[in-house]
């Protein structure tokens, strides 16, 4: 399976919510980062906490993958939609990815978004 594949079957195993599944797809020492939050999240015991908070509140999480191309030196990009689910409340996200792989697993992924596109879909509190 090639980098590209790999990064597919992510994308869509977060309809699955499952954490052990997309931990699944993380080696050791990995990196995430949301690029207008920081800090980045180091190694798999904080990018679990992450993705916790994301798929704690939601119903559904859907990653629609509109576009994807991989690098002659297998770096991933994509173009989604990343759709949250929660009650009354649809928050669809127009991302940019970056998907760095070694050896099948994930060892840097870095999400490009707008935080104002996402903070203006929630209900006003």
Not at 80 to 101: I, P, S, Y
Request: net charge negative; proline share 5%; aromatic share 12%.
């Amino acid at each position: 399976m090639n980098n590209s594949e790999i990064v597919a079957k992510f994308c869509a195993t977060w309809a699955e919510n499952d954490i052990e599944k997309l931990m699944a797809y993380f080696s050791d020492d990995a990196v995430y980062h949301n690029i207008p939050m920081d800090p980045p999240n180091v190694g798999k015991q904080q990018i679990r906490a992450i993705i916790e908070s994301f798929t704690a509140a939601p119903e559904s999480i859907d990653f629609a993958v509109h576009f994807q191309a991989e690098s002659p030196g297998g770096v991933v990009m994509n173009e989604r939609t990343d759709t949250f689910k929660m009650g009354d409340t649809t928050v669809a996200l127009r991302v940019m990815g970056t998907f760095e792989l070694e050896n099948g697993k994930i060892t840097a992924w870095r999400d490009y978004f707008d935080m104002n596109q996402y903070l203006s879909q929630l209900p006003e509190q």
